[in-house]
């Protein structure tokens, strides 16, 4: 019983890490800092290559954040790991259609999960400091992980009902807490680095246009 319950406690010490690591770094559209780049987490897309509920609503709340002047710039960052799959231009298109400027808005073909997003935004694009969009059970680990990656960053959790996805995404969250601790000691490489990208940069110099 004591082994059990040792093994319980070391499984959710992960867990515990991102809510006290980001306890002061959730806002919400309504409050959070302005700040030069928003970055939008990719989370799936559905028939049609459109984005799915959840990803839709991501987009919406950098949308909102741009047009009340709080963002400048939206990095979107997702899989294009297959040429039938490309959610970076899914979510330019889906941002496009709600009143953010296509020059405004920059894509990274290569965030295959949450750590890889992260370090291609300080690495390759440039970004010291970001505003996070994603659910609320994924903001606190998209945090601390920028964090981790050296990106000054704020978490806005969108709403959702609570179904079937909200529930398996709450779930596996706690196992994807243990890999975050991982990823944010050992810090590895993410799938692709490559050169760095000026996308960032041109597109807030062209902001003050």
Same mark, same amino acid.
């Given at each position: 019983?004591?082994?059990?319950?040792?093994?319980?406690?070391?499984?959710?010490?992960?867990?515990?890490?991102?809510?006290?690591?980001?306890?002061?770094?959730?806002?919400?559209?309504?409050?959070?800092? @302005?700040?030069?780049?928003?970055?939008?987490?990719?989370?799936?897309?559905?028939? #049609?290559? !459109?984005?799915?509920?959840?990803?839709?609503?991501? %987009?919406?709340?950098?949308?909102? %954040?741009?047009?009340?002047?709080?963002?400048?710039?939206?990095?979107?960052?997702?899989?294009?790991?297959?040429?039938?799959?490309? !959610?970076?231009?899914?979510?330019?298109?889906?941002?496009? @259609? #709600?009143?953010?400027?296509?020059?405004?808005?920059?894509?990274?073909?290569?965030?295959?999960?949450?750590?890889?997003?992260?370090?291609?935004?300080?690495?390759?694009?440039?970004?010291?400091?970001?505003?996070?969009?994603?659910?609320?059970? #994924?903001?606190?680990?998209?945090?601390?992980?920028?964090?981790?990656?050296?990106?000054?960053?704020?978490?806005?959790?969108?709403?959702?009902?609570?179904?079937?996805?909200?529930?398996?995404?709450?779930?596996?969250?706690?196992?994807?807490?243990?890999?975050?601790? %991982?990823?944010?000691?050992?810090?590895?490489?993410?799938?692709?680095?490559?050169?760095?990208?000026?996308?960032?940069?041109?597109?807030?110099?062209?902001?003050?246009?």
């Amino acid at each position: 019983m004591q082994a059990v319950m040792a093994g319980c406690v070391l499984a959710l010490l992960p867990s515990a890490w991102l809510y006290v690591s980001t306890a002061d770094r959730l806002r919400t559209t309504a409050d959070v800092p @302005r700040t030069e780049v928003a970055v939008v987490f990719g989370a799936g897309l559905w028939k #049609h290559g !459109e984005p799915s509920p959840y990803l839709a609503h991501r %987009l919406d709340a950098a949308a909102t %954040l741009y047009r009340a002047g709080r963002i400048e710039v939206v990095l979107v960052t997702g899989d294009n790991s297959r040429e039938d799959y490309d !959610e970076p231009d899914a979510m330019r298109a889906y941002l496009t @259609r #709600h009143g953010v400027p296509d020059a405004r808005i920059v894509s990274d073909y290569a965030g295959f999960d949450t750590w890889d997003s992260c370090v291609r935004a300080k690495k390759i694009f440039g970004v010291d400091r970001a505003v996070l969009i994603s659910q609320g059970f #994924h903001i606190r680990r998209a945090v601390a992980l920028c964090e981790a990656a050296g990106v000054d960053s704020y978490g806005v959790g969108v709403a959702d009902k609570h179904d079937v996805t909200w529930y398996y995404g709450g779930t596996r969250e706690v196992f994807a807490a243990g890999k975050a601790a %991982l990823d944010a000691v050992f810090q590895p490489d993410p799938t692709f680095l490559g050169r760095k990208e000026p996308g960032i940069a041109r597109a807030l110099a062209g902001a003050g246009d």
